[in-house]
Structures are given as structure tokens and as C-alpha cells.
């Protein structure tokens, strides 16, 4: 049944492939601002490349959240899956991952591009990569959380953010405090351990508080 | 053992009623509260040795702050008991708590930037314990405007209930990880002042204030939750009574 639903899914997201792409372009646009606005001498960037990549990466996963849930809840699809699968864990948890799969995983790999770009050492380039692949999975299940508050909302995207950028705080400060640390030479593993943790107790916690979300706005 | 004083008390009728004979008393208490209190920390407390009068910013401050955490609770802990008995009035409790925290925490922050000014040079710093505190305040923001959003007032309870549960398992996390972010970026630029041990005269100030404060925000508390049980309640037959009169 999981799979179904996830090739679903990714069928779903394959065929509006602009949605995909644009938070992908936001993205890297926003990142290259940052040299505009400042000065661009490789030794800054640099230093600060690490906390710009992870904003950007944290609004433009936040951006694609909105592909979650609005189409399937528009049309009416979403309260029949919920209605129909058995299980509506199953129904979020595939939602989950494949919305991981369409924006967060095209993010990692876009990274390496972005930390040349910011001059950036190959030792913090691997580390943003690691805290990367580590942490938009977090991201992707706490957003679903505020996705699933707000999707009956006409104004919904403002008030997401609203919700879900303080909850995203803690993997902010470890990524972009692992890659600062494996610029300086020092050892990062334990901020990766931290935000293996996050993963794991959000990747247990978060299906029942996105179930109830999604209950919330399904009435 | 049967549970009707348990749906008694979640009676909006009855808790009106109640209400409105304990208020009085609650805030009359508070303010005899705060005026001992004030004075005991004015005028009957001693100065500190390093930072002179500024200290009595804190018979403000800590109060304050402390009530910022206390309320988040009392709002977490009201919204899941609200949205697991489907009991209203734990939701009004919930919608009416969140106000008065989200000002406790705009007083702490702005009473700490008058008190930071002084002594440590400067309005704001990115210390682990203010950096939480405004994360507070956001948590509060994100639970008025979610509440707020919706049309259906009960739609809008379990949904912001929801986001309060989740804020409630999320705030140890987020505070320990500023306090590591703290620790690992900077070191102790500016320590959190230590407290030399206290001396009676300022802890009792202290005390005093801290539940004046508790209490002015119970009354204020439950003057929201009395509005809130009469606007949605009001085609009540008893509402109509009450407002006749």
C-alpha cells in the first residue's frame, strides 16, 4: 500500500515538474544575491557561505511545502485517500517522502554547485552536503505539520511560515554549526549525531501530530 | 467515583458564575501584592554592590519572564485537554491564555533590553537565554495568528491546539540547542551575570512580585475567557440573562 501511494505520488509531483523546479531556481537565486549585497571577496564568503546556504535551503524547502497537500486537497483527492487506505499514517508518511524526494534531495545535490560558488573549502563543501542530506528530511516532516494546519486557508503561505520557521531552528543551528566547525579543521560528528537524533525522534513523532493536523482541516 | 465534577468544571455556565465571584478577590489580592511589593523593592531593598539602582529592574524582569514560561504551559496543557476531551472551555482557556503570555514575553524582552543597556553596554545580545525567549514570543505569535485564521472558531481551536502540542515537545529542543549554539560559537563573551546569594530584603521583593504578576495574569486570564464564554455562547438562554440584566 506504501508504495502504491508513494508512485503515486511521485507520479503526481512528475507531472507538474514546474513546482518542482521552482523552488530549486529560488534557491540558487537567493544564494547568489548574497555576493551581490555584500562584498565579493572570497575570504567572507567563505565564512559566511555555510549560514546563507542553509537559510536558503530552509525557504526554499518551506516554499515547496505548499505541493504537499493544496492540489490533493483542492480536488477532494486527499480526503478520499484518507478515507480509502486504511491507514492515514500511510497516506502522510508516503506524502512525506516523496515530497523529500522531489525537493529536498534535488537541494543536497544542488549544494555542491552553491558551495563552489561561495568558495567554500571541500571539507565544509562535504559537510554542508552530509548536514544537508541529514537534515531536509527534518525539514520535510515538520513542515508537513504546518502544511497540514494551514492547507485550508485562502492565505495560507505567509502563516506558514510563521509556523514553521521557529521549529526549524535547531537543525539550522547545527547544519550551518557542523559545516562552520569542518571549515575551521574541527570534528563535526557530533552535530551530525545531533541531527541523526532529529531525525529519528522527529521521523517517530511527527506522523501522529500530521495526522491530527491533517484531520483538523478535513471536516 | 463518577466524573461529573470533572464536566461540571468544564461547564462554561458554571465557570462564569465562579469566575465572577473569585475575580474580584484575585485581583484585589495582586494588587495588594504589587503594592507591597513594589515597595519592598523601591524603597525597602538594597542596592546592588556592582550594578547600583539598575537592579531593581528585576523585580520586573524575572517576574515577567517567568510568567512567559508559565503561561506557555498552561496553554499547552489547556489546548490538549481541549483538543483529547473535546471540552470548549479548555480551548477558550487555551485562546485566552496565549495574549497574556505572548505580553509577558514582550515585557521580559523589553525589560531586559532597559536592564542590558546599562550594564552590559549594549540592548541586545545573542545569549542563549534571550535568543529563547524571542523564539517564545514567535511560538506565541505563529498560535494567535493560526487561531485567528480561521473562520470556524472550533476548527480554529483544534487546529492551533494542534500547533501548541507540537510547540510544547518542541521548546526543551530548541532551547538546548541555542544553548550549545551559544557555547560552541562564542564562549562566555558576556557571562550571565552570577548571582551573588541574594540578599533576604531583594528575595522577598522578588517573591512578592513574582506572585502579584502570577495573579494579575490569572485575572486578566479569566476576564478573556469570561468574554470569550459569553461571545460564544451568546444564544444561550443563560447568556441572555446574564447580558439583560
Redesign the interface.
Known amino acids: 500500500m506504501l508504495m502504491q501511494l508513494l508512485k503515486r505520488e511521485l507520479l503526481r509531483h512528475w507531472r507538474c515538474r514546474q513546482d518542482l523546479i521552482n523552488p530549486l531556481i529560488f534557491f540558487v537565486i537567493t544564494v547568489s544575491l548574497f555576493p551581490l549585497a555584500l562584498e565579493p571577496q572570497g575570504q567572507l564568503l567563505a565564512r559566511i557561505g555555510n549560514g546563507i546556504i542553509w537559510v536558503a535551503a530552509l525557504l526554499a524547502a518551506m516554499l515547496s511545502l505548499e505541493s504537499m497537500y493544496r492540489d490533493d486537497y483542492l480536488d477532494g483527492t486527499l480526503e478520499l485517500l484518507l478515507l480509502q487506505s486504511g491507514s492515514p499514517y500511510q497516506v502522510v508518511f508516503a506524502k512525506i517522502i516523496s515530497h523529500w524526494l522531489t525537493s529536498g534531495l534535488p537541494l543536497v545535490l544542488m549544494s555542491p554547485l552553491l558551495a563552489v560558488m561561495m568558495q567554500m573549502e571541500s571539507e565544509s563543501a562535504i559537510a554542508l552536503i552530509l548536514t544537508l542530506l541529514i537534515g531536509t528530511p527534518v525539514l520535510s516532516l515538520i513542515g508537513s505539520?504546518g502544511m497540514g494546519?494551514?492547507v485550508?486557508?485562502r492565505?495560507?503561505g505567509v502563516?506558514l511560515s510563521?509556523?514553521v520557521?521557529?521549529?526549524y531552528?535547531?537543525i539550522l543551528?547545527?547544519g550551518a554549526?557542523a559545516v562552520s566547525?569542518a571549515s575551521m579543521g574541527m570534528d563535526y560528528s557530533g552535530q551530525l549525531a545531533?541531527m541523526g537524533a532529529?531525525l529519528v525522534g522527529s521521523l517517530s513523532?511527527v506522523p501522529f501530530?500530521s495526522v491530527?493536523?491533517i484531520k483538523?482541516?478535513i471536516? | 467515583m463518577t466524573w461529573q465534577w470533572f464536566h461540571r468544571l468544564s461547564s462554561p455556565k458554571w465557570f462564569y458564575q465562579i469566575s465572577g465571584r473569585w475575580l474580584p478577590w484575585i485581583m484585589g489580592i495582586s494588587l495588594l501584592l504589587f503594592s507591597a511589593g513594589l515597595y519592598q523593592g523601591l524603597f525597602n531593598s538594597p542596592i546592588d554592590y556592582q550594578q547600583g539602582h539598575t537592579v531593581r529592574i528585576m523585580y520586573l524582569h524575572v517576574p515577567t519572564a517567568f510568567a512567559s514560561m508559565m503561561f506557555y504551559v498552561i496553554l499547552a496543557v489547556a489546548a490538549a485537554v481541549g483538543y483529547i476531551w473535546r471540552i470548549k472551555l479548555a480551548h477558550m482557556a487555551a485562546v485566552s491564555a496565549a495574549p497574556v503570555g505572548a505580553a509577558m514575553t514582550f515585557l521580559a524582552l523589553s525589560t531586559g533590553a532597559l536592564w542590558g543597556k546599562p550594564i552590559w553596554n549594549t540592548w541586545w545580545v545573542w545569549d542563549a537565554r534571550l535568543t529563547s525567549e524571542l523564539i517564545l514570543l514567535f511560538l506565541y505569535l505563529g498560535f494567535i495568528a493560526l487561531h485567528q485564521a480561521f473562520e470556524d472558531r472550533e476548527v480554529g481551536d483544534r487546529a492551533a491546539g494542534v500547533l501548541a502540542m507540537v510547540g510544547i515537545v518542541n521548546i526543551p529542543i530548541i532551547h538546548f540547542s541555542v544553548e550549545w549554539w551559544n557555547t560552541l560559537h562564542q564562549g562566555a563573551t558576556i557571562s550571565k551575570f552570577e548571582k551573588p546569594s541574594m540578599d533576604p530584603a531583594m528575595l522577598v521583593a522578588l517573591l512578592l512580585m513574582i506572585f502579584a504578576v502570577l495573579l494579575f495574569c490569572t485575572a486578566i486570564m479569566m476576564y478573556r475567557m469570561r468574554n470569550e464564554v459569553l461571545s460564544r455562547e451568546h444564544n444561550k438562554s443563560w447568556v441572555k440573562e446574564v447580558v439583560g440584566q
Request: charged share 5%; hydrophobic share 65%; proline share 7%.
Open positions: 505539520v494546519l494551514t485550508g486557508l492565505q495560507g502563516l510563521l509556523l520557521l521557529p521549529l531552528i535547531p543551528i547545527f554549526g566547525r545531533l532529529f513523532l501530530a491530527a493536523a483538523v482541516s471536516r
